[in-house]
């Protein structure tokens, strides 16, 4: 089992955090890491790596570097990943992978999520990018993950947890639940709608980041589907063209796009591309 940590000791860090939480199942993400954070085991042989199960996990920490101990840490799994590759570049190694289900978080007690029987050097703050292997558990208890069906709750048990912690105190945390092509037709009692989903797909090669994202075509009409949580009952929006909405924030949402693009398949990645929220201090809407 693959370990891909990241933390909140910088804003990038913590908006891969809610980025990976927003985008759906089978989307693309990447991250970045200096060789001195990664365990000695991986950097040994990063081909071996491809195909290799892994979890995203949150590190909750200090921000002040001299300040990070053992002690002062704590651990907070997101979802399920599948590492594509790992790539070696100068002295950072850049981990592509594919994100799968969320962490079913009603197996961790109120204190969340502690270090396991794995040695130390193999977990933060001494390494981020790590490996257990054989009985190791890194993380205790162990990590679930919640039926594809359950995926609302499964979200929600997380956001919720992240919604109290000081850095995600104002933060409107969003998932996207898919894309669906609006069909509108007429029968005999007026005209009806039906919604089609649009698959997610490759749209880059796999030689370079291995985007992933959705076809669209012109002149059609498509749909994107957001659910929305804050853990106040504040008023905000998403800024932009696509979304306005005010009021406590525990709702869904649908996005209408219409395209009209002279290319003959325009795409909409599922890298970070939705408006971001505007809310005080630290901000984010998931994706951004």
Known sequence: MIFLFS??????????ALNVLALPPGAVYHFRYDK?????????????QRDQDAVVVLVIQPHDPAAVTAASISFYPLREACIIRLV???TIVHAYFTLGRYVDWRAASAAGYQRGSSPAPSLPPSRY??????KDLALTPPVTYA????????????????????????????????????????????????LQDVPLQQIMPATTDNSMGYQ?????MYTLGLSF??????????????????????????????????????????SPAVPSGHVPKYTSAGVR
């Not at 063209?241 to 949402?253: E, F, H, K, R, T």
């Open 129 to 134: 990018l790590s490996k257990a292997t054989g």
């Open 88 to 90: 070696e570049d100068g």
């Open 147 to 194: 039926d594809t069906t359950k995926a609302p709750n499964a979200w929600e048990d997380i956001v919720t947890r992240m919604g109290a912690l000081p850095d995600f105190a104002e933060t409107v945390f969003y998932r996207m639940t898919g894309l669906s092509r609006v069909h509108a037709y007429w029968q005999w009692s007026g005209r009806s709608i039906a």
């Open 229 to 270: 949580y804050h853990n106040e009952d504040v008023s905000t929006s998403v800024k932009g063209s696509a979304v306005s909405y005010s009021g406590p924030l525990c709702q869904d949402a649908k996005v209408g796009a219409e395209t009209q693009n002279s290319d003959p398949s325009p795409s909409l990645s599922s």
């Open 216 to 220: 669209l075509r012109p002149g059609r």
């Open 36 to 48: 001195k954070w990664v365990d000695d085991d991986i950097l040994g042989d990063l081909d071996r």
């Open 7 to 16: 933390s909140t000791s910088r804003d990038q860090y913590r908006q891969d």
